[in-house]
């Protein structure tokens, strides 16, 4: 339930293996979750529901899929599950591959068109299907198989992830009076960096991690629906969520 709370003391062991962890955040349920980016509360939840149920609920959002669009090529990149890794790799799934895609990192390829959508189905709570054509039919969006109130819970989640005291893109709060946007900072991994090297500074730039930042505004009314990919940018809220905030300043 989003109500479930995890203790985050800043890392999460697996054997001998520890995962770390952008903070230590003490109890943790959903909506602190999202607003603090609290990677011990997905890679917890995710062990808890399994890596079938994370990978279906990708798909449902619109990862992993091509769109009835005119364009010329479409990659629907890869949402893993321990089907897709016995066919491509001849290996069984382990814990390690659930922690992974609980951040969107390991397997995990999407593009910004699919963040874009996955992120209108969540601020509208309907399936919605992204056209290019000014006179292409406009259809009727049906609604999510999710709870509404765990949606809403999600939304307030990304809410206080620009406008909430322990946000990680405060500083990309929008301006315009009586209108809040709603995001989610993120980074897909070019290659193992270790903690010591987080910083960038040392890293080689084409081996710096990408930034993503995914938004929606209004809040309370959502119109518009924004994915921003900042190649080696390094982190979400320096480098991508300016970006989006800029865009939907616009």
């Not at 997905?42 to 279906?56: I, K, L």
């Not at 959002?61 to 790799?89: C, N, S, T």
């Not at 991994?189 to 080689?204: E, L, T």
Request: proline share 8%; net charge positive.
């Amino acid at each position: 339930l989003p109500t479930d709370t995890v203790h985050c003391a800043g890392s999460y062991r697996v054997g001998n293996n520890t995962w770390r962890c952008l903070g230590r955040h003490g109890s943790v349920a959903m909506r602190t979750g999202i607003a603090r980016s609290c990677n011990v509360y997905f890679y917890t939840m995710a062990r808890r529901v399994g890596p079938q149920a994370v990978a279906d609920m990708a798909r449902l959002l619109g990862l992993e899929h091509e769109f009835d669009i005119p364009m010329p090529v479409q990659r629907a990149g890869i949402i893993p599950d321990p089907a897709w890794k016995a066919k491509r790799y001849d290996q069984q799934w382990s814990v390690a591959d659930t922690l992974n895609m609980s951040i969107g990192q390991g397997y995990v390829i999407v593009n910004p068109l699919q963040l874009a959508v996955m992120t209108a189905r969540i601020a509208t709570g309907r399936i919605v299907e992204p056209r290019m054509l000014a006179n292409a039919p406009v259809k009727a969006f049906e609604p999510l198989p999710i709870p509404p109130d765990y949606l809403d819970v999600v939304r307030a989640g990304m809410d206080d992830v620009v406008n909430g005291p322990g946000g990680t893109a405060r500083a990309s709060a929008l301006k315009v009076p009586g209108i809040r946007m709603g995001g989610k900072t993120g980074t897909a991994q070019v290659r193992r960096i270790s903690a010591g090297f987080r910083g960038g500074a040392n890293v080689p730039w084409k081996f710096r991690d990408h930034a993503l930042f995914i938004a929606f505004a209004p809040v309370d009314n959502p119109r518009y629906a924004v994915s921003v990919i900042v190649e080696h940018g390094m982190g979400g809220s320096r480098a991508a969520a300016p970006i989006a905030k800029d865009v939907l300043t616009w």
